[in-house]
């Protein structure tokens, strides 16, 4: 069992940069999969970035070379770095941890990319 809470989001203009947070209620070493993802308006959610235990990344294409996703252990907490923002980055942005016990989301953060 794992609570996320997603924070970080916010109203940025084209080309901005923001720095999202994964706060998990318990020690994220032992968790197998934490991933982000994002579900824009009348869209479904997809997958933008995720890290295992042993600290491969992987990332969706329309985000590679713009987000980073890491891990600080002794705060329990998962980040994306997202740069070089574009309006369809606009989103709600959802962290998940998939672990033996099942799959956990937390309840999101609003992205807006807009001019």
């Known amino acids: 069992q794992v609570q996320l809470v997603e924070s970080g989001g916010g109203l940025v203009q084209p080309g901005g940069s923001l720095r999202l947070s994964c706060a998990a209620s318990?020690?994220?070493?032992?968790?197998?999969?934490m991933g982000w993802y994002r579900q824009a308006p009348g869209k479904q959610r997809e997958w933008v970035a995720s890290?295992?235990?042993?600290?491969?990344?992987n990332y969706a294409d329309s985000v590679k070379g713009r987000f980073t996703i890491s891990r600080d252990f002794a705060k329990n907490t998962v980040y994306l770095q997202v740069n070089s923002l574009k309006p369809e980055d606009t989103a709600v942005y959802y962290c998940?941890?998939?672990?033996?016990?099942?799959?956990?989301w937390g309840q999101g953060t609003q992205v807006t990319v807009s001019s």
């Open positions: 318990r020690d994220i070493l032992y968790i197998d999969f």
């Open positions: 998940k941890a998939l672990m033996v016990t099942g799959e956990y």
């Open positions: 890290v295992t235990t042993g600290g491969t990344t």
